[in-house]
Antibody, heavy 119, light 104 residues
Framework: EVQLVESGGGLVQPGGSLRLSCAAS????????MNWVRQAPGKGLEWVSY????????YYADSVKGRFTISRDNAKNSLYLQMNSLRAEDTAVYYC????????????WGQGILVTVSS | DIQMTQSPSTLSASVGDRVTIICRAS??????LAWYQQKPGKAPKLLIY???TLESGVPSRFSGSGSGTEFTLTISSLQPDDFATYYC??????FGQGTKVEIK
């Protein structure tokens, strides 16, 4: 069974940092592109970042560029999101999503992890 | 950046109704368009990718069409489980603002 499990969320003060992890199981993690998507309370979905299978190609939304860093460890079947200089507007549920090459969509998503940025 | 606009934002319908949601892209995106269903407190669920390909396990009452800049998601006969919010998404990933399908 395909599973994606996010961890590392919580309450952080403005300007602080958090590192999210997404543990993958039930499939060959090294064969899939991965994304982070977030959803602010009561709002729609917002794509955050993309990483290719090899990790060599990375994209970020303008709203997080320069503050967030996506990475992956294919040996550990894990995806990461290092979030620095956090702002109140980064408060959201963060999802990791698997993206099979060639369909340009996320076919499996984690359950989401809440990040709250507040003093 | 390409913007995605969905209409309507909210749709009131009854069980058995045929429902259509429209998604427009600010510039052509070929057929790189996906549709998701999301229920409160849950992760999005992929329904359709490449504009018209039904994801495995998704009921056949869901269908997608379109190319270029205008796309539609159709539910042929709305079921109680279908009341949810629907999002379109283009590649590279940008989402529409969502369409909430609620009970009339």
């Amino acid at each position: 069974e395909v599973q994606l499990v996010e961890s590392g969320g919580g309450l952080v003060q403005p300007g602080g940092s958090l590192r999210l992890s997404c543990a993958a199981s039930g499939f060959t993690f090294s064969g899939y592109e991965m994304n982070w998507v977030r959803q602010a309370p009561g709002k729609g979905l917002e794509w955050v970042s993309y990483i290719s299978i090899s990790g060599f190609t990375i994209y970020y939304a303008d709203s997080v560029k320069g503050r967030f860093t996506i990475s992956r460890d294919n040996a550990k079947n894990s995806l990461y999101l290092q979030m620095n200089s956090l702002r109140a507007e980064d408060t959201a549920v963060y999802y990791c999503a698997r993206a099979p090459t060639g369909i340009a969509a996320g076919d499996y998503w984690g359950q989401g992890i809440l990040v709250t940025v507040s003093s | 950046d390409i913007q995605m606009t969905q209409s309507p934002s909210t749709l009131s319908a009854s069980v058995g109704d045929r429902v259509t949601i429209i998604c427009r892209a600010s510039q052509t995106i070929s057929s790189w368009l996906a549709w998701y269903q999301q229920k409160p407190g849950k992760a999005p669920k992929l329904l359709i990718y490449k504009a018209s390909t039904l994801e495995s396990g998704v009921p056949s009452r869901f269908s997608g069409s379109g190319s270029g800049t205008e796309f539609t998601l159709t539910i042929s006969s709305l079921q109680p489980d279908d009341f949810a919010t629907y999002y379109c998404q283009q590649y590279p990933w940008t989402f529409g603002q969502g369409t909430k399908v609620e009970i009339k």
